[in-house]
């Protein structure tokens, strides 16, 4: 089968409806996904939430059970892995021991029946681009792990694919290089304009790299949107939770809509704050969303009692226990200290607080 020619009247990587069972397991389910050309997004979930069977599905090392995948208005169904104009990164870089970088990085020319010389000419540009030039002579076991990432990298890139699929890219490297080699791996997809599709467990990485970040939980994509977008206007209590700390705070909804601002009866009082996603109708069982850095400590407000206080260097973080019972958590520039047991109230604004469905995932 012929690799699918490119059609500019349409979308770029698109998902249709698509499913994917194995046996009576429904790893992915009903997925739609529309995708532009050169973004970085990144599939955010736990594991076996269904992220990397539909990078598989995109290379085409699963079919899927229904629906469909196009790429660029054509339909990847029953196109092989290597006739289909993407490539995939593995977690694990599978990269040859008995090869050297260079060859490593050849391997997929190679088996295209390329040109010595062409093949010679895409092996120097790549380890020109990953910064690994000075090392082509040397095998993985002779590289870091940083060096050996960027050696697989390079070998996916090498047949130019129009989509770059890496399943969790970063996985086996240690923080501080994990942390370098984001900034390198999204500086590099600048440059090349390629479409990369992420498949990370790790919110923080998704929040670095994605221009957009689709969140998946039990096969199904929950959310789909920036990082900003995510983390200031969550749909759910899943993601709320995922993309960092939160406080969440259960009560009774008032009247409005979706992007209405709304009141939600708590037991600490009424509350106003913004209904982006339609939490309810009024009466109905709410939560009311609020990242710690958006509450401070106020002369007005909710009141409670001061807990403790970590020093985090940047930030102070303080737990609040409050009249119910519950304990709030709030964050702040380091300032003067608060003795534990000082009462104390909390404030914060009703832009900086979302409304979701009490029983949202």
Do not use: W
């Amino acid at each position: 089968m012929t690799t699918p020619a490119p059609s500019p009247a349409t979308g770029h990587l698109r998902f249709e409806a698509v499913t994917k069972r194995f046996g009576a397991h429904l790893a992915v389910d009903r997925v739609d996904l529309d995708l532009a050309p050169g973004q970085v997004f990144c599939l955010l979930g736990p594991s076996g939430c269904g992220k990397s069977t539909l990078l598989r599905l995109t290379a085409g090392f699963e079919e899927p059970s229904a629906g469909k995948i196009l790429l660029d208005g054509q339909d990847l169904a029953g196109a092989a892995p290597h006739r289909r104009p993407v490539n995939m990164m593995f977690q694990s870089y599978a990269l040859f021991p008995h090869r050297d970088v260079a060859r490593n990085v050849a391997y997929g020319l190679e088996r295209e029946g390329l040109r010595k010389a062409e093949v010679a000419a895409r092996v120097a540009e790549m380890l020109r681009l990953v910064q690994l030039d000075h090392l082509s002579a040397r095998r993985p076991d002779q590289l870091s792990g940083g060096q050996r990432q960027r050696v697989a990298l390079a070998r996916a890139l090498a047949k130019r694919p129009r989509v770059l699929l890496l399943d969790e890219p970063l996985g086996a490297l240690d923080r501080a290089l994990r942390e370098e080699t984001q900034a390198e791996l999204r500086a590099l997809q600048r440059r090349l304009g390629t479409t990369f599709v992420v498949v990370t467990h790790d919110p923080a990485e998704a929040m670095v790299l994605a221009d957009r970040i689709g969140v998946m939980a039990a096969g199904r994509l929950v959310q789909v949107g920036s990082a900003a977008e995510l983390y200031e206007r969550p749909a759910t209590r899943y993601v709320a939770s995922l993309l960092g700390d939160v406080n969440l705070i259960e009560g009774r909804l008032g009247g409005g809509g979706a992007g209405a601002l709304r009141g939600l009866e708590t037991p600490l009082g009424l509350v106003q704050a913004f209904d982006h996603h339609g939490a309810g109708p009024a009466g109905a069982p709410g939560l009311l969303a609020l990242r710690p850095e958006r509450l401070t400590l106020a002369g007005q407000g909710l009141p409670g009692t001061l807990l403790d206080a970590t020093y985090l260097g940047d930030r102070i973080v303080y737990r609040v226990g409050m009249a119910d019972g519950r304990v709030l958590r709030a964050a702040g520039a380091p300032g003067a200290g608060l003795g534990v047991g000082t009462p104390v109230h909390l404030s914060f604004s009703s832009d900086d607080a979302s409304l979701l469905p009490a029983d949202s995932a």
